[in-house]
C-alpha cells in the first residue's frame, strides 16, 4: 500500500509540475506587421518643415517575461522599425545639416529610424476576464535622416538618438466561451515642447489554448506621434499610424 500511494503521489509531482511552472514563470512573444502611413517632418531648428512620404509595411517584434515576485516588476521589451521615405516639391528654402535648398526643388527624403521600448511593469489585475498593467517605459529612439535632391548630387545625413521616459499603461479584456478579447496599450511623454505618445488597440482571438502554449491573432489599430525638440540638433512632428496584423505566442 506503502508503495502505492508513493507512487500516486509521484505521478501527480510530474503532472502537475508543469503547471505549477507556468503559474510561477511566464513568457510571450509577438511579432506585428504594421501598414503606416507618415505625415509631419523634421528640420534642424523649430521651424519645420512638412514632406510627403509613401505608406510603408514595418515590422514590430516583442518579448516580456512576467513572474510572481513581490516588488520585482515585470519586464517587456518592443522593437519597431519606423522606416519610411518619399519625394516633395520644396515650397519655401529648407537647410539641413548646413545644406541649402532653394524652393521649387525636388527633394528625396529617407527615414530610417527604431524605436525600442524598454517598460517596467506591474500587473495590478490579472485574471481570465481582466488584465490591467502599469508602469514606465524607457523608449530608445535611433536613426538617420537623409536629404538628397532627386535630380542632383547634393545629399546630406544626419544621425540622431536618445532615451525618452514614458509612462505605460495596458488593459486587456476576454470574451468568455469565445476566445475573442479586447486590448489597449499605450506609452506617453509630455515634456516642454516634446511630445511622444505611443497607442495601439487591437481585437484578439486565441486559437490555440494549451497548458504549454496559447496562440493568439491581432488585428488593430496603432498611432506613434515623435515630436522632438532638440534631439541631437534634430526637431520633428512626425505622425505614425495605420493598421496592423500580429501573432502572439504565451508560454
Known amino acids: 500500500m506503502k508503495k502505492s500511494l508513493l507512487g500516486c503521489a509521484l505521478l501527480a509531482a510530474v503532472v502537475v509540475a508543469p503547471v505549477q511552472a507556468d503559474t510561477l514563470l511566464g513568457a510571450y512573444v509577438g511579432a506585428q506587421a504594421w501598414n503606416m502611413g507618415v505625415d509631419g517632418g523634421f528640420s534642424n531648428n523649430e521651424s519645420v518643415t512638412n514632406f510627403s512620404f509613401d505608406d510603408q509595411t514595418n515590422g514590430s517584434f516583442y518579448v516580456a517575461l512576467e513572474h510572481p515576485v513581490p516588488l520585482i516588476p515585470n519586464i517587456k ?7 519610411t521615405a518619399g519625394v516633395t516639391t520644396l515650397t519655401s ?13 525636388d527633394l528625396t527624403t529617407d527615414i530610417e529610424m527604431t524605436g525600442t521600448d524598454f517598460i517596467l511593469y506591474y500587473e495590478i489585475l490579472d485574471n481570465d476576464l481582466v ?14 535622416i537623409m536629404v538628397s535632391e532627386t535630380s542632383g548630387n547634393r545629399m546630406v545625413s544626419e544621425d540622431f538618438s536618445g532615451v525618452i521616459p ?7 479584456v476576454g470574451l468568455p ?5 479586447l486590448y489597449a496599450e499605450g506609452s506617453f511623454l509630455a515634456l516642454g515642447d516634446s511630445t ?7 481585437i484578439t482571438y486565441s486559437f490555440v489554448e494549451t497548458l504549454a502554449l496559447d496562440m493568439t ?5 496603432r498611432s506613434m506621434k515623435v515630436e522632438l525638440d532638440d534631439l541631437d540638433d534634430l526637431y520633428t512632428n512626425l505622425d505614425f499610424k495605420g493598421v496592423f496584423v500580429g501573432l502572439e505566442f504565451d508560454f
Not at 528654402?93 to 526643388?105: G, L, M, P, Q
Not at 511622444?196 to 487591437?202: L, T, Y
Not at 491573432?217 to 489599430?221: F, K, N, S
Open 177 to 181: 466561451f469565445t476566445g475573442l478579447g
Open 93 to 105: 528654402t529648407f537647410e539641413f545639416n548646413d545644406e541649402v535648398y532653394s524652393a521649387n526643388t
Open 131 to 144: 488584465s490591467i498593467d502599469v508602469g514606465i517605459n524607457g523608449k530608445y529612439i535611433d536613426g538617420t
Open 217 to 221: 491573432l491581432q488585428a488593430g489599430y
Open 166 to 172: 514614458m509612462g505605460y499603461a495596458k488593459a486587456e
Open 196 to 202: 511622444v505618445s505611443d497607442f495601439q488597440a487591437a
Open 77 to 83: 521589451i518592443n522593437r519597431t522599425m519606423l522606416d
